[in-house]
């Protein structure tokens, strides 16, 4: 059974950091493209972070210079390191997993297979 479970979430001021993790089961994940996703309240879900199985990494421009995602495939975890945070950050993180085929991990949130059940992120102003 597949399972992604993240962790890590909460309450945060601007200026703020937090990690985020995700515990994978139930597949290889060693190949699978593995991402960061979030949704806003009353927003579509976005893309907030990719990472291949090289490690090869992809960052929404909102984030780039703050997140940091890596992932450790021995352990099957990833995680998201969140720095300098803003109001604008909060929203619910979700971690998602797709195969790895032809040497790139796709963007969009509809090619993503499997999804945990997502960690809630405020960050107060």
């Known amino acids: 059974q597949v399972q992604l479970v993240e962790s890590g979430g909460g309450s945060v001021q601007a200026g703020g950091s937090l990690r985020l993790s995700c515990v994978a089961s139930?597949?290889?994940?060693?190949?699978?493209?593995m991402a960061w996703f979030r949704q806003a309240a009353e927003k579509e879900r976005e893309r907030v972070a990719i990472?291949?199985?090289?490690?090869?990494?992809n960052y929404a421009d909102s984030v780039k210079g703050r997140f940091t995602i890596s992932r450790d495939n021995p352990k099957k975890t990833l995680s998201l390191v969140m720095d300098s945070l803003k109001p604008a950050d909060t929203a619910k993180y979700y971690c998602?997993?797709?195969?790895?085929?032809?040497?790139?991990?796709?963007?969009?949130?509809?090619?993503?297979?499997?999804w945990g059940q997502g960690t809630q992120v405020l960050v107060s102003s």
């Open positions: 998602a997993a797709v195969s790895y085929v032809g040497n790139y991990c796709p963007t969009l949130e509809n090619s993503y297979v499997y």
């Open positions: 139930g597949f290889m994940y060693d190949l699978h493209c």
């Open positions: 990472i291949d199985n090289g490690g090869n990494t």
